[in-house]
């Protein structure tokens, strides 16, 4: 499953510095038929102590994460809506993603200057999602008067887009997302063939800087009007150090922890941020293990058995008869397979079943 997140942010808060540290977690590209070989775009791995202890169980050959698309966004500048800077590239580039991270800088440095001459989060964030609104709020306007003619004519089809694009269009005059007006059935499935902008999901992703004057450690007025803006709007974020972190990426296991510690960086912010990204785009893990490869599955959460078995082959949908199942933990704690089937706890499952996060799988076709 092809699933990308595009990074996006004003100039110096750190949103390249943050993809080269994002990119050490890259995996085998030939691993993932959905991969690209463009500089752009990471596929990075997601972080699951889960596999490493399947795989260990299984002694597997082979270990194969689950993996997620990052692309480095052009930079973007006030009027990139109108086409300034790399404005109609920087569009383009976000409208093909599934969700948007968006990097705001909330450390003061003298030496890495602002493209403000302050730092100020909520309006870094507010001069994004604006020209992210009049982006969309041109598109919307473009398709209602094209509508118009659809309507005259009769098309009960354009009526329900036109409901639904007319309440959007309202609430990006106000200055708000499309994500924030509720829309039935019906307008969604129209709504969504216009590739809004505003109707992605959003991470932001907080950049401090080791040595720096960090807002959140600073508790400075600016940072709590930010964690009330994120309450406010239900908004989901992360704190990263991408400049510790690039430092960090090409060190590993014990070398890498003490260095964390020594530089007083407890979490490992990338981890943190890919995990984020994860559950942004509502996705789960399920995984296959045995002596070949134990590997880790992307899903989207609410998918049902047969659904699930896509990810593996599209011909597991059609083909399904049933699957076994068992919770991971459950199957490493009883020590085997044959010994997990002994206790019963080895499940068959039929074309309904809702696949958890979690769940070791073996397909029946």
């Given at each position: ?62 270990t194969l994460p689950a993996a997620i698309e990052f692309v480095d966004i052009a930079g973007l500048v006030k009027g990139a809506s109108a086409g ?30 602002h493209v403000s001459n302050k730092v100020e989060p909520i309006s870094d964030i507010e001069t994004i999602n604006l020209e992210l609104i009049l ?231």
């Amino acid at each position: 499953m092809s699933l990308s997140i595009g990074i996006v942010g004003l100039p110096n808060v750190g949103k390249s510095t943050l993809f080269n540290a994002l990119t050490r977690k890259s995996v085998l590209v030939a691993n993932y038929p959905f991969a690209t070989i463009d500089p752009s775009v990471g596929v990075v791995a997601v972080p699951d102590e889960r596999l490493a202890k399947l795989s260990a169980f299984s002694k597997s050959a082979k270990t194969l994460p689950a993996a997620i698309e990052f692309v480095d966004i052009a930079g973007l500048v006030k009027g990139a809506s109108a086409g300034e800077g790399l404005g109609n590239k920087f569009l383009t580039n976000i409208r093909e993603t599934d969700a948007i991270a968006e990097v705001v800088r909330i450390f003061e440095d003298d030496n890495i200057i602002h493209v403000s001459n302050k730092v100020e989060p909520i309006s870094d964030i507010e001069t994004i999602n604006l020209e992210l609104i009049l982006a969309d709020l041109a598109t919307v306007t473009k398709r209602i008067q094209n509508l118009a003619s659809e309507i005259k004519r009769g098309g009960k089809v354009a009526v329900v887009e036109n409901a639904g694009l007319e309440r959007i269009k309202t609430a990006l005059e106000a200055g708000k997302l499309a994500q924030t007006v509720t829309l039935d059935e019906k307008e969604i499935v129209e709504v969504k063939k216009l590739c809004l902008l505003t109707m992605k999901p959003i991470l932001y992703i907080l950049n401090k800087k080791a040595g720096g004057k960090n807002l959140d450690e600073l508790n400075d007025e600016r940072y709590k009007k930010l964690l009330q803006f994120f309450k406010e709007n239900n908004a989901k974020f992360v704190i990263v150090d991408a400049g510790i972190e690039q430092e960090l990426k090409d060190m590993e296991g014990n070398d890498k922890r003490e260095m964390r510690e020594g530089l007083g960086v407890k979490d490992d912010g990338i981890n943190d941020l890919i995990k984020a990204g994860y559950d942004l785009l509502g996705l789960i893990t399920y995984f296959t293990t045995g002596e070949d490869e134990t590997r880790a599955w992307t899903i989207k959460r609410g998918w049902t058995a047969p659904e699930a078995g896509t990810a593996i082959h599209g011909d597991f949908k059609e083909k399904f008869v049933r699957a076994e199942v068992i919770e991971w933990d459950k199957l490493l704690a009883a020590g085997s397979y044959a010994a997990a089937r002994e206790r019963g706890i080895v499940r068959t499952e039929g074309k309904e079943y809702v696949v958890k996060d979690g769940d070791v799988i073996e397909f029946k076709i």
